[in-house]
């Protein structure tokens, strides 16, 4: 096994052109340096502005498997900083959210915080003139990450100060964000409730790579959405009214033919998208009084076209997959090398009918849920694949289908939409972000 | 003639054939609309606009079922098992005459596949119809002490 640590040659070498080494799956090392280098380098998604409607009102998570809270200044705009008390590394905030009102307390010694993060009190505090505290990093308070943008409410952080700007880190990709804000008629998404939480024994990128792996639905899900589809046509026939349950079960057995006309979209840094042309969300029954809400409030072009986009999943690397069309946004966190923590957010779409809230909890917990069939059948080709690489036969997975020959990294481009090539666009960003703040020359010098 | 005793032995009679995974009885002991739902918040009021881990009518149910025993179930191979620990059910109601029976049963559950065991604790609130002489389920719901803790697959019935 290499030694990968400072070594930007031997993490590069993982990744061929349509192969890569299994140890970017299975090596603890590795699982270290995405931590240590690859989540900082990259834009990760932190929450959600709604999550944060009043000054004082706080939420936390984690960037890679940093701690990390934002908050709600007073003066309304939203701070992230490490969740780590400055004085003796105690975390400030241990639920998910919550009220802190006008400031911090931590809950140890009582040093308080504002709510942007500064320090605003030390009990006893003469016990540190003339100690040079003043100085000291604790004086600042929280330590605060610089680089934090809100686009249309979500808050994204990077944590390495110099790394590559949120523009140029998601460019084109952010569409799908913006097709989702534009589905509510008043351009707005709530959070309301908590995420579906499930437990993966597998790594991380596996669940990234899923999301546009188009040629597994109906092979790995015949199991549960073939059986729903079989039971359906046996128990009510065709001739009535499909309920949503089936509907949104259903398109999961399509033809290897719907997802390779459906196209995948592939953007700069690793981020993609399955369903361009269509998608397995295209043909959900209409719900009352929402096209007539989308066309007044912009128009009937303009509606037609918001509601036609019907992405399938964007991936946003690193660990993040958005579905406009139903409203959810899954964030693939890493726990270990062989362990991830997958929440999955609803959204609300403010001023929409309740029915399109209904739906999208029905879809996360049919799909996202540790009780979700699909799931199910999902994490039983994670684990069997986490354990499978342990094998020495062959150190290298596959990621070979519609590949050509001197293929361009970091374009914009839509191709057959059965490729695997957005997994080829996601490993190449992936050793991008794991080596871009590494000293080359050190290598090149030995 | 419905008493309290003849709810507490549905209860005991439930688990016992998710137990022996006589799915199919298990099944017939659900009334035409009755439902299963596993609330994912405290003392949860609304299964349809809050989140749920399951809120399925038997269409879905029988899904689940005949999912288990598919040829090309993979998460079934090697196959679950299940274990309710039941403590005495609690009567909420008994009233024959409004048609209301009721009750409420803490339990420890414990679902394995093969070297795995998973334990999880809970109450689960069976809301029952008499349909002819018998008793049929028109609400059983779980409520997981830790709803909100993040789980693995689970893939039977609590």
């Known amino acids: 096994m290499a030694n990968y640590r400072n070594n930007a040659f031997a993490i590069e070498a993982l990744v061929r052109q349509a192969e890569v080494h299994r140890d970017v799956y299975v090596d603890p090392e590795i699982f270290e340096i995405e931590m240590e280098h690859l989540f900082p380098n990259s834009w990760v998604y932190v929450g959600h502005a709604s999550q944060l409607a009043k000054p004082g009102d706080f939420i936390t998570a984690t960037i890679g498997r940093q701690p990390v809270m934002a908050s709600r200044h007073t003066d309304g705009t939203i701070h992230v900083f490490y969740n780590r008390c400055p004085h003796k590394g105690v975390k400030i905030a241990s639920e998910p959210c919550g009220h802190t009102g006008k400031f911090f307390r931590c809950p140890y010694h009582a040093w308080s915080f504002k709510t942007d993060g500064s320090l605003l009190a030390i009990p006893l505090k003469k016990g540190y003139e003339g100690t040079g505290f003043g100085d000291a990093q604790a004086n600042e308070g929280l330590s605060k990450i610089k680089n934090v943008v809100v686009y249309r409410d979500f808050i994204f952080a990077q944590l390495n100060d110099n790394g590559v700007s949120f523009e140029d880190y998601f460019g084109e990709s952010l569409s799908t964000i913006d097709n989702m804000v534009e589905r509510s008629p008043e351009g707005k998404l709530a959070v309301v409730a908590a995420?579906?939480?499930?437990?993966?024994?597998?790594?991380?990128?596996?669940?990234?790579?899923?999301?546009?792996?188009?040629?597994?639905?109906?092979?790995?899900?015949?199991?549960?959405a073939g059986t729903a589809v079989k039971v359906w046509k046996r128990e009510q026939g065709d001739g009535t009214e499909t309920p949503m349950a089936v509907q949104l079960y259903g398109p999961f057995m399509s033809p290897y033919e719907f997802y390779e006309q459906s196209g995948i979209r592939i953007w700069p840094n690793g981020h993609g998208h399955t369903g361009v042309a269509n998608s397995i969300h295209s043909n959900y029954s209409d719900i009352e009084g929402y096209l007539a809400q989308m066309v007044a409030a912009y128009g009937e072009k303009r509606a037609h076209e918001i509601l036609g986009e019907v992405?399938?999943?964007?991936?946003?690397?690193?660990?993040?997959?958005?579905?406009?069309?139903?409203?959810?946004?899954?964030?693939?966190?890493?726990?270990?090398?062989?362990?991830?923590?997958?929440?999955?957010?609803?959204?609300?779409?403010?001023?929409?009918?309740?029915?399109?809230?209904?739906?999208?909890?029905?879809?996360?917990?049919?799909?996202?849920?540790?009780?979700?069939?699909?799931g199910h059948d999902d994490l039983?080709?994670?684990?069997?694949?986490?354990?499978?690489?342990?094998?020495?036969?062959?150190?290298?997975?596959?990621?070979?289908?519609?590949?050509?020959?001197?293929?361009?990294?970091?374009?914009?481009a839509v191709i057959n939409g059965t490729s695997e090539r957005q997994m080829r666009n996601q490993f190449h960003a992936w050793a991008k972000f794991m080596t871009i703040d590494m000293d080359k020359r050190i290598e090149a010098a030995e | 003639m419905i008493t309290e005793k003849t709810i507490t032995d549905f209860v005991y009679r439930e688990a016992d054939l998710l137990d022996t995974m006589q799915w199919q009885a298990w099944l017939d002991l659900f009334h035409p609309e009755g439902r299963y739902w596993m609330p994912l918040e405290w003392q949860q009021q609304d299964p349809v606009l809050q989140p749920s881990l399951m809120y399925e009518d038997l269409l879905l149910l029988k899904v689940r079922v005949e999912r288990l025993a598919g040829e090309r179930t993979f998460s079934q191979k090697p196959k679950s098992r299940c274990h309710h620990l039941l403590q005495a059910p609690q009567i909420i109601a008994c009233d024959p005459e409004a048609g209301l029976f009721k009750a409420r049963t803490s339990y420890i559950y414990t679902e394995t596949r093969g070297d795995m065991l998973e334990r999880y604790s809970g109450w689960a609130s069976h809301d029952l119809v008499r349909v002819g002489d018998d008793l049929k389920i028109k609400l059983k719901r779980v409520d997981l002490v830790n709803f909100d803790a993040p789980f693995g697959n689970i893939q039977l019935f609590m």
């Open chain 1, 195 to 224: 995420p579906i939480r499930y437990m993966h024994t597998c790594n991380w990128k596996m669940l990234v790579e899923n999301q546009t792996d188009t040629c597994h639905p109906m092979v790995a899900h015949e199991s549960s």
């Open chain 1, 311 to 374: 992405r399938h999943n964007t991936v946003y690397f690193p660990n993040v997959m958005v579905k406009g069309a139903v409203q959810i946004l899954r964030n693939f966190i890493p726990i270990a090398v062989d362990k991830t923590l997958v929440e999955s957010w609803v959204y609300r779409l403010v001023g929409a009918p309740d029915k399109l809230y209904e739906r999208a909890l029905m879809y996360n917990r049919f799909i996202n849920a540790p009780t979700s069939i699909v």
């Open chain 1, 380 to 412: 039983e080709m994670y684990e069997r694949a986490q354990e499978g690489l342990k094998s020495n036969g062959n150190q290298w997975v596959n990621l070979q289908r519609l590949y050509e020959a001197g293929e361009p990294a970091d374009v914009t």
